[in-house]
């Protein structure tokens, strides 16, 4: 037997006073608002009245937060797959814009050389192949019931677009997937295919920080 369905889970908003990228830094936990998020993700995978046999969470901070009401909810712990985590990023601690900002630095420029890729931190093909593994082995972990994964925008984006088999490089702008949103997967003949995507926190984001993703 194998999981029901597999839910990707991005961590709710973390207290960035300084509106840096913060990547994979230690220390950027949720903030107030992003607790409220993550809460309303649980609920929400909660009034869906289905049995979650298993959570797992990237390693940082405010995945292992955002993941706490989830398993409290389900009366689970917390396992850990590194595979989750953020993509390494060279802009780490740095803001991205306005004054000062890495987008205006000439120094910052000869790492912007290839989006494609992107020149700047982990290949969109890394990401997409690592996270597959990750969910691949957590849908066959159990016995019964559903998985839920908390992890970061882009790695679920990467995610997102292999499953829709679209290009990874792509305008960082345009995702779908806002803070303790939830994508949700199933096995579909050969391959597991996206069922669903449910934003529970949208009512809490107009006014939230979102500027630390890679």
């Not at 597999?6 to 230690?26: A, I, M, S």
């Not at 390494?88 to 306005?98: L, Q």
């Not at 997937?177 to 984001?205: K, M």
């Amino acid at each position: 037997m194998v999981a029901s369905q597999v839910h990707l889970v991005r961590h709710g908003e973390v207290f960035n006073p300084e509106r840096v990228l913060y990547g994979r830094l230690p220390g950027f936990g949720l903030s107030d608002l992003g607790v409220q998020m993550a809460r309303a993700a649980a609920d929400d995978l909660v009034e869906r009245q289905r049995h979650v046999a298993r959570v797992i969470s990237s390693p940082l901070q405010r995945t292992q937060e955002s993941a706490e009401p989830i398993a409290a909810a389900f009366d689970l712990p917390i396992d850990v797959d590194d595979r989750l985590i953020e993509p390494t990023n060279r802009f780490e601690g740095r803001r991205m814009r306005g004054a000062g900002g890495a987008l205006r630095d000439v120094r910052s420029w000869p790492v912007m050389v290839n989006p494609i890729q992107p020149s700047w931190g982990e290949p969109f093909r890394s990401i997409s192949s690592r996270m597959l593994s990750a969910i691949t082995d957590a849908y066959r972990s159990v016995d019964d019931g559903d998985v839920v994964l908390v992890s970061h925008q882009l790695p679920i984006w990467m995610v997102h677009r292999t499953l829709a088999r679209t290009s990874l490089p792509h305008d960082p702008r345009k995702r779908r997937c806002g803070l303790s949103s939830i994508t949700t997967l199933a096995w579909q003949g050969d391959r597991f295919v996206e069922i669903g995507y449910a934003n529970p926190a949208a009512e809490l984001q107009a006014g939230a920080s979102d500027v630390g993703a890679v």
